[in-house]
């Protein structure tokens, strides 16, 4: 039990256009969904934390306008990057609790995202 | 900030046990302590979480000390397969919501020798 999935696993887009992750809790109501970013060979950043039908809080340094979250339900929440440039190409991975799950975060499988 | 520190790296025998530390000086009395470990490329899995006691499960036990200020993770009969990132974190509430999260450090990249 507990999973969570993630598409695409690997997207490649020009500069300047808009890429959509998707985040799924398969088997669990989430109430809270997690996005990180991690480059390579450094730790997971936390960008933000969204709560089903709120609005998004994002940690310090993150740009709200340029990294759109909607967490619509309670198995889906998709990040937007908006006109994607070349430095955020990373590895992004969400995370996901419930309400049986409050006690820790389950992690999706991440996104490649590499910007050209 | 991190509220953890752990070594960079550690080599453990294969079938040894593997002890891995974290230090967290700075946390509060309600704030958990949480192991993840990270294969190259994957998203985190969970290994074991605890607050005051040792905690023991399929995969790992947790030993904290008495005054909180650190832990070990140990994993019994270490394999191959435990090659991994692991992430000590602690989890974190912040005053001005009340929605945990997590911090992670820079982890402790462990290789197991065959």
């Known amino acids: 039990g507990a999973v969570v999935s993630q598409h695409p696993s690997r997207v490649i887009c020009k500069s300047g256009t808009s890429v959509k992750i998707e985040c799924r809790s398969l088997d669990f109501q989430a109430t809270t969904m997690f996005w990180y970013r991690q480059f390579p060979k450094q730790s997971l950043m936390l960008m933000a934390t969204s709560n089903e039908g709120s609005k998004a809080t994002y940690e310090q340094g993150v740009e709200k306008d340029k990294f759109l979250i909607n967490h619509a339900s309670l198995t889906l929440s998709t990040l937007t990057v908006t006109s994607a440039h070349p430095e955020d190409s990373s590895f992004y991975i969400c995370s996901a609790s419930g309400v049986r799950q409050a006690n820790e975060q389950y992690f999706g499988p991440g996104t490649r995202l590499t910007v050209t | 900030d991190a509220k953890t520190t752990q070594p960079p790296s550690m080599d453990c025998a294969e079938g040894r046990a593997a002890n891995l530390p974290c230090n967290h000086s700075?946390?509060?009395?309600?704030?958990?302590v949480y192991w993840y470990r990270q294969i190259h490329s994957q998203g985190p899995q969970y290994i074991i979480h605890?607050?005051?006691n040792n905690e023991t499960n399929e995969m790992a036990s947790l030993i904290i000390t008495e005054d909180r200020k650190s832990s070990t993770l140990i994993l019994p009969h270490a394999t191959l397969r435990d090659t991994a990132v692991y992430y000590c974190?602690?989890?974190?509430?912040?005053?001005?919501?009340?929605?945990?999260?997590?911090?992670f450090g820079t982890g402790t990249r462990l290789k197991v020798l065959a």
């Open positions: 605890g607050l005051k």
């Open positions: 974190i602690v989890r974190v509430v912040p005053r001005t919501s009340g929605t945990y999260k997590y911090i």
């Open positions: 700075t946390i509060s009395g309600n704030e958990y």
